[in-house]
Nanobody
Framework: QVQLVESGGGLVQAGDSLRLSCAAS??????????IGWFRQAPGKEREFVAA????????DYADSVKGRFTISRDNAKNTFYLQMNGLKPEDTAVYYC?????????????????WGQGTQVTVSS
């Protein structure tokens, strides 16, 4: 059974940094056929794409709103994926989810992902 478990969320002030982790079990996502994504959902808003990385590494994609501030990475030895978030803003406040899909192209639509974590809350105060 595939499980994705996020951790690392919390309450921070604007300008601070956080690193989210997504620990995967039940399947190895370390090859090019998988894409791992981070999504977020703020209250009353639709879930939106944040960043994605190929399981094999190398290729990444970011939402325009986080480019230059967030970095997605992976540690295949640990089957764990990360989202380093710097320069956090109040508008980054949301529940952050990691997700996985078997797809060679990087997908940015949350509806295409079929493995999901339970989410971790990130709150940025001004």
């Amino acid at each position: 059974q595939v499980q994705l478990v996020e951790s690392g969320g919390g309450l921070v002030q604007a300008g601070d940094s956080l690193r989210l982790s997504c620990a995967a079990s039940g399947r190895t996502f370390s090859d090019y056929t998988y894409t791992i994504g981070w999504f977020r959902q703020a209250p009353g808003k639709e879930r939106e794409f944040v960043a994605a990385i190929k399981g094999s590494g190398g290729r990444t994609d970011y939402a325009d709103s986080v480019k230059g501030r967030f970095t997605i990475s992976r540690d295949n030895a640990k089957n764990t994926f990360y989202l380093q978030m710097n320069g956090l803003k109040p508008e980054d406040t949301a529940v952050y989810y990691c997700a996985a899909v078997q797809s060679i192209p990087i997908l940015t639509s949350y509806a295409r992902y079929n493995y999901w974590g339970q989410g971790t809350q990130v709150t940025v105060s001004s």
